[in-house]
């Protein structure tokens, strides 16, 4: 926060439930950790991934870019490739097993 107040723009940070969370803008930036769905069935973290996509399409402007930090790579990167307007830019390791996935959408 205290970066985001001396750059002097405005920034949004989201703490409660995303997938209820409305806003008025779009915005041009996403940044998340995942939570960890290791122990969760495989149909529970597609029907999250699915969910998030979906509703950051609705949060995002085009051109918006998403970083994602998860665990869940098959998942993940199946879930990329799904969404129709998203493009993979780069996945970056983000120590163990965990990987950083930058999105840009069209």
């Known amino acids: 926060?205290?970066?985001?107040?001396?750059?002097?723009?405005?920034?949004?940070?989201?703490?409660?439930?995303?997938?209820?969370?409305?806003?008025?803008?779009?915005?041009?930036?996403?940044?998340?950790?995942?939570?960890?769905?290791?122990?969760?069935?495989?149909?529970e973290k597609i029907t999250f991934l699915r969910s998030f996509f979906k509703k950051s399409m609705e949060l995002t402007k085009s051109g918006s870019v998403w970083g994602m930090i998860t665990g869940e790579?098959?998942?993940?990167?199946?879930?990329?490739?799904?969404?129709?307007?998203?493009?993979?830019?780069e996945e970056i390791p983000f120590g163990g097993h965990r990987t950083l996935y930058i999105c840009r959408r069209k």
Request: hydrophobic content about 35%.
């Open 1 to 43: 926060k205290e970066n985001a107040a001396s750059a002097e723009i405005p920034i949004h940070f989201i703490q409660r439930d995303y997938f209820s969370f409305t806003h008025d803008g779009k915005f041009d930036e996403i940044l998340t950790e995942f939570p960890d769905l290791f122990h969760k069935e495989k149909e």
């Open 73 to 89: 790579r098959n998942l993940m990167k199946q879930q990329i490739r799904m969404t129709r307007g998203i493009t993979l830019v």
